[in-house]
């Protein structure tokens, strides 16, 4: 018999089913995420549309825009979650604070971070932008979320994922047992499964480093750049978008390196390790790749702050495993 199309409320519940003890609390989550992602996909579409009708009323709503639909995206997160009764709290990048649930919802077992809109600065040259998200358990017995729920290592993640909102619109996820790919599909406003079981390639062609910023790069951060490109075997080539879920996903399909090291200005860099590092490492390391600040792998990290930045280098393992090499002086080009 035809099996049809899967979509992502089918896929979670294959899932779902696949662990006898699931309550469903989990895939309730992921689909009020991903419902949330479609209301953010259609605004951040329509945000040309808004700057045109900005203009013509000569009105100047170019940076304002741009800000309301970060404080936008991230109340849409908030609101497809707070009521569910399955959280004990929340994380935002847009938020100093933990987001607690209000005291008139049940409360639950997890805990979920995002960054509702990586890489707002681009909006308004349509560029591609893009939601981090990624679920924990409740490390407390969740009378209301702590930060020490918050806290935990990505070794401790349930799932991570993000959805990018480019020429269309797609949600990659993995619960780690892999990564799968969803893409919108605009006329029936669902997420069907399009990219199966991903799996990056050991190594590319691409690195992606903001090299506006090499000056202030240590000599051994240099030296590694250098390398690539002087790696004439291999014809590497820069391809930085300077959004970050953009960058990543090219890299996840067709392999190679994106990194964001710290520097003399910014030691840490610019990259937050609860929002942005450590959800893409799960999934990196989920379709094969890694990541590192330079020493450790992301993974390993126990964040100290919820706001704490890291330097991030994502990828292939033979570009990071490179990157380690160079960072411990063990080779040079
Ligand atoms: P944001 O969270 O304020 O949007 O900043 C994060 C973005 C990432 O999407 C991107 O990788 C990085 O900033 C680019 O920074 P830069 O312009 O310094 O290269
Ligand atoms: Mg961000």
């Given amino acids: 018999m035809e099996v049809g199309v899967t979509n992502l409320g089918r896929y979670l519940l294959e899932e779902q089913r696949k662990h006898p003890q699931a309550t469903g609390d989990f895939t309730l989550i992921i689909e009020q995420i991903a419902f949330a992602c479609k209301v953010i996909s259609r605004e951040v579409n329509k945000a040309g549309i808004v700057n045109i009708l900005g203009k013509a009323k000569n009105v100047n709503v170019h940076g304002e825009e741009q800000q309301k639909l970060d404080v936008y995206s991230n109340r849409k997160m908030i609101q497809a979650l707070d009521h569910i009764g399955k959280l004990c709290a929340m994380g935002s990048e847009e938020d100093e604070e933990i987001i607690r649930i209000p005291d008139h919802y049940p409360k639950g077992k997890y ?9 707002s600065s681009n909006i308004d040259v349509n560029i591609s932008i893009g939601t981090i998200f990624a679920v924990y358990r409740s490390i407390s017995s969740c009378k209301e979320g702590v930060e020490e729920d918050f806290k935990q290592s990505g070794r401790n993640l349930v799932a991570a994922g993000y959805v990018l909102y480019g020429s269309s619109t797609m949600l990659v ?24 079981n ?25 030296n590694y750049v250098n390398c690539l490109r002087n790696m004439t075997e291999r014809q590497y080539t820069g391809r930085y978008i300077g959004s970050l879920v953009a960058d990543f996903h090219r890299n996840l399909l067709k392999g190679g390196v994106f990194g964001y090291p710290g520097d003399s200005k910014n030691p840490k860099g610019k990259l937050r390790l609860l ?19 330079g020493e450790q ?20 393992n033979y570009e990071v495993d490179l990157y380690k ?4 002086g063990e080779v040079k080009c």
């Fill in 173 to 196: 996820y993995t619960a780690g047992n892999g990564v799968n790919g969803f893409t919108l599909d605009p006329n029936i406003g669902e997420f069907l499964l399009s990219h199966e």
């Fill in 275 to 293: 929002y942005e590092a450590i959800p893409l490492a799960f999934i990196i390391e989920q379709a094969g790749g890694q990541a590192t600040d």
């Fill in 111 to 119: 805990v979920v971070v995002f960054d509702p809109l990586d890489g």
């Fill in 325 to 328: 090499q160079y960072m411990k």
């Fill in 297 to 316: 792998n992301i993974l390993d990290i126990v964040p100290e702050e919820l706001h704490q930045r890291t330097p991030l280098i994502i990828g292939s």
């Fill in 198 to 222: 991903i799996k990056m390639p050991e190594s590319g062609k691409i690195y992606s480093f903001n090299e506006a910023n090499y000056n202030r790069w240590t000599p051994e951060i240099q």
